[in-house]
C-alpha cells in the first residue's frame, strides 16, 4: 500500500494505481458521450464490444482489454473486483450516463453484456 494524505491507495505489484481505473473508465465514457465518432471505429475493431442504435454494449472482459490492452498493468480479476466495487454508476449518472445490464448469460458474470446509455440533455 502507498500512503498520500490521509487516502490510502492500493497498488498492483507494477506500482500502478488500482483506484485509477474508475478514473479511467469514467473519463472514457464521458468522451464516448461528448463525441462517439471519435471512439467509434475502435470500438468497432476491439474483441467483446460493440455499437447498437448509437449505444455502445460491451462485455467486463471486453472493456479490461479496451483499456489495458497490454494486459500487464491489472490482472482481469483485480480491474474486474475494482469496477463491481465501485460508485461507478452513482458518478456517471451525475453527467446523464449509466451502464445496464445488456444481455444476461446466465449466470458468468464476465460473460454478460452492458450497456452505457446516454441521457443527452443532460450530457450537453
Known amino acids: 500500500m502507498c500512503y498520500g494524505g490521509n487516502s490510502i491507495t ?15 473508465l469514467r473519463q472514457l465514457f464521458l468522451s464516448f458521450a461528448r463525441e462517439p465518432e471519435a471512439l467509434e471505429p475502435k470500438i468497432r ?13 460491451f462485455t467486463i472482459q471486453g472493456l479490461y482489454g479496451f483499456i ?17 466495487k465501485s460508485q461507478l454508476n452513482q458518478k456517471l449518472s451525475a453527467k446523464g450516463l449509466q451502464v445496464v445490464l445488456h444481455s444476461s448469460s446466465g449466470g458468468k458474470l464476465k460473460s ?13
Do not use: C, H
Open 10 to 24: 492500493l497498488q498492483n505489484n507494477k506500482g500502478v494505481n488500482l483506484s485509477d481505473v474508475i478514473v479511467r
Open 112 to 124: 454478460n453484456w452492458y450497456r452505457l446509455t446516454i441521457n443527452t440533455a443532460l450530457t450537453k
Open 68 to 84: 489495458y490492452p497490454d494486459s500487464e498493468a491489472f490482472t482481469f480479476q483485480q480491474f474486474q473486483s475494482q469496477l463491481y
Open 45 to 57: 475493431e476491439a474483441s467483446g464490444m460493440k455499437l447498437e442504435a448509437g449505444e455502445w454494449a
